[in-house]
């Protein structure tokens, strides 16, 4: 190896090295933080370190708020709207990856026409919808509604372009198995990196949802943890509790830790080949 490729190469660990301390350094200071009390939290110096204060955070944070029950709502929501897109969004790319039919081109165009258009900008029409069909303060508001997808339906297509060849699905077919079986038998178990991958994007995506749960929920029993951590701040009269604030941000975020770190391989098998079409 030569100096300058030495060189180049250290360069290229120092900017690597750079971001991912400028990534993970605020969520440890968070978890850090979730175990001081507050009036430690903003002496000077600021802790760097854990403290002693775990218990008593994390027993005043779910005395003051139902925050196991919104945890739980959130769990279902996200759990339900990730299953729903999985299967609509499958089904749909597989449509238009492997079948041949009238205006396959212009829907396929008008799907991914879709993502053109900020989501906010449909947002008085959409509930407008969702009041007339009686989903306000209804979990179903925040489930159904995102089932199919552009995003999904274009991430499943191209994953199935490169990695699902038609002679599987005519031998298949040879073999006497009908539609229905062909995609549930043959075609979804190949598309296990896919599904990591758009299903930890679902799961974030609904599990952050905040403008959406805000405009359609009313009741306390029915929030989710993005309107739980609202819950927590603008006291006028005490002031937020910025420890508990912390608990609760640190104990939101775990579900996504957890689930990435399951599923980080397929995850990003499932990124690299649903980028590339064969």
């Known amino acids: 190896m030569t100096r300058t490729n030495l060189l180049n190469r250290a360069i290229l660990y120092l900017i690597i090295g750079t971001g991912a301390f400028c990534i993970a350094f605020p969520i440890y200071w968070m978890f850090a933080l979730a175990t001081h009390s507050t009036i430690n939290i903003f002496s000077y110096p600021p802790p760097l370190g854990f403290g002693d204060q775990v218990v008593r ?13 919104h945890m739980w ?10 299953l729903l897109i999985l299967i609509f969004c499958s089904m749909g790319g597989y449509a238009f990856a492997m079948y041949t ?26 509930f407008i919808v969702i009041r007339e069909i009686g989903w306000v303060d209804n979990h179903l508001a925040l489930i159904v509604p995102g089932a199919a997808n552009a995003f999904g339906i274009f991430w499943m297509r191209q994953y199935i372009s490169s990695s699902v060849h038609p002679q599987l699905l005519d031998q298949a077919r040879v073999d006497g198995c009908h539609e229905w079986l062909i995609f549930f038998r043959v075609v979804a178990p190949t598309l296990t990196p896919a599904f990591s991958a758009l299903g930890i994007f679902s799961f974030v995506t609904s599990w952050n949802n905040f403008i959406v749960p805000l405009i359609v929920l ?47 391989r397929k995850f990003i098998a499932g990124m690299m080949a649903g980028a590339i079409k064969g």
């Open 73 to 82: 709502n959130s769990v279902f929501v996200a759990a339900a709207n990730v």
């Open 218 to 264: 009313r009741s306390d029993r029915l929030l989710t943890l993005p309107l739980s951590l609202v819950q927590l701040t603008g006291d006028p009269r005490r002031g937020t509790d910025v420890a508990i604030l912390m608990m609760a941000a640190s104990l939101a975020i775990l579900p996504i830790v957890i689930a990435f770190l399951i599923s980080s």
């Open 101 to 126: 039919f009238p205006g396959k081109r212009w829907m396929f165009a008008l799907c991914l026409s879709t993502l053109m258009i900020p989501w906010i900008a449909n947002i008085i029409p959409w």
């Open 57 to 69: 955070n994390f027993t005043v944070l779910f005395d003051s708020i139902s925050y196991a029950r």
